[in-house]
Structure formats: C-alpha cells, structure tokens
C-alpha cells in the first residue's frame, strides 16, 4: 500500500494562476481531507469529505474548490492563486467517516509546498 | 479566542529529561483527544488517543487528559533524540467530522 500520495510535492505559480493539488488513497478509505500549514497557525482544515460525491466546507474554505468523484481520489483547485495561498498543503484520509470511533485515525501524506508569488 | 492553544515552543531538553507537553481547549463538548508527531517535512502521524478523562500510557509517553479544566498532557520519559519532532494536539469535533489541531509544540533533544 502506498498510503496517501500527494502530488506535486513542490510548485511554485504566479498570482491568479489556477492549479490543482492531487490526492490518491489505497486504503478504500470513506473520509477525505485537505488541511493547510502555515508558521505559527498550526494546521488548519480547508475542505472535507465523508465519501464519494459529498464534500464540505472546513476552517478555510475560500480561494479552494474540491470535488469528490471516487473513493480513492479528493484533488484541491486553487482558482486564483494568491500569496496568501503559500503553504504547505496536507491531504489526509479516515477508513472512518464519524472519527473518534476506534480513534478515527487520519493518515497524512507527504504534503505539497506550494509558493505563490 | 482559538479553541484550542498551545504553546509552539521551541523546547529544548537534554537527553534523557522529562519532557511535559500541554494543550488547552475551549469546547467542552470535545471527547476525544490526539497527539499527533510530524517529524521534519513528513506529514503528521498519530501518536496518542484518549477518549474519557485519566492517564494512557504506552513505552515512554502518557497522554493525560483533564476535562474540568479542559487540558491535555503528553508526558515523554527518557527523551530520545528522535524523539525532536512538533508534537501536535487535536481534538475531534462533537459531530466526530473534523479534528481541530493545535499549533504544534516543537521539542529538541540534544544527545
């Protein structure tokens, strides 16, 4: 099992570029997430989902669009991208869709260092 | 007022120290709690879980949590040098949907 993939690992766009961030799971797992990581803001969630074709809004959400067409996959668009949007982004999944029930473990990936200038 | 704090350090200890984490939260209405460990560029990897009040232990780390004061502790004995990570702590939302995190605590211990 390769876990949770991310790609690309690093990428750097210009100011109202659109781009998506890929996320691939092999765990069959129902529930999906994007966080983003910023210096001293700690980890902060942006868009979630519970299963296929059902996504929803975290912490945030604005600037990102997500879609959630398969189990395995949940990619993150940036519309227009923006220098606030310099971060290190997190895809991270649950074989659980209600976490907290037998630890609701989310397993991260790798992350992707996105720069916008 | 964020719902949950914690202290981002850095903290530094020797080899061998004691080492004591902590988080603070708002929402009464969190049950279950994490620490998660992100080493250097990885991503975070769940360390410790508690449900109810009281002390977990598992090796070297406790997880202790307070839920009339609503704080949260992990306990590292013997610190290693691998043990040099941000130490996370989250909370599971009362709809169990979302975790929210900590700012991450990072620790150093030097051999």
């Known amino acids: 099992n390769a876990g949770v993939t991310q790609t690309p690992k690093f990428q750097v766009l210009k100011t109202g570029q659109s781009m998506t961030l890929q996320c691939a799971q092999d765990?069959?797992?129902?529930?999906m997430s994007w966080y983003r990581q910023d210096p001293g803001m700690g980890l902060r969630l942006i868009h979630y989902?519970?299963?296929?074709?059902?996504?929803d809004q975290g912490e945030v959400p604005n600037g990102y669009n997500v879609s959630r067409s398969t189990t395995e996959d949940f990619p993150l668009r940036l519309l227009s991208a923006a220098p606030s949007q310099t971060s290190v982004y997190f895809c991270?999944?649950?074989?659980?869709?209600?976490?907290?029930?037998?630890?609701?473990?989310?397993?991260f990936g790798e992350g992707s260092r996105l720069t916008v200038l | 007022q964020k719902e949950v704090e914690q202290d981002p350090g850095p903290l530094s200890v020797p080899e061998g120290a004691i080492v004591s984490l902590n988080c603070t939260y708002s929402?009464?209405?969190?049950?279950?709690f994490m620490w998660y460990r992100q080493y250097s560029r990885k991503g975070p990897e769940l360390l410790m879980y508690?449900?109810?009040?009281g002390n977990k232990e598992d090796g070297r780390f406790t997880a202790q949590v307070d839920k009339s004061s609503k704080y949260i502790s992990l306990f590292i004995r013997d610190s290693q040098p691998s043990d040099s990570a941000t130490y996370l702590c989250?909370?599971?939302?009362?709809?169990?949907?979302?975790?929210?995190f900590g700012k991450g605590t990072m620790l150093l211990v030097s051999p």
């Open positions: 991270a999944s649950s074989y659980r869709v209600g976490l907290g029930v037998d630890t609701g473990e989310l397993f």
């Open positions: 765990m069959n797992h129902e529930y």
């Open positions: 989902s519970v299963g296929a074709g059902i996504t």
């Open positions: 929402n009464s209405a969190f049950q279950y």
């Open positions: 508690t449900y109810s009040s």
């Open positions: 989250a909370m599971i939302d009362p709809g169990y949907s979302t975790l929210t």
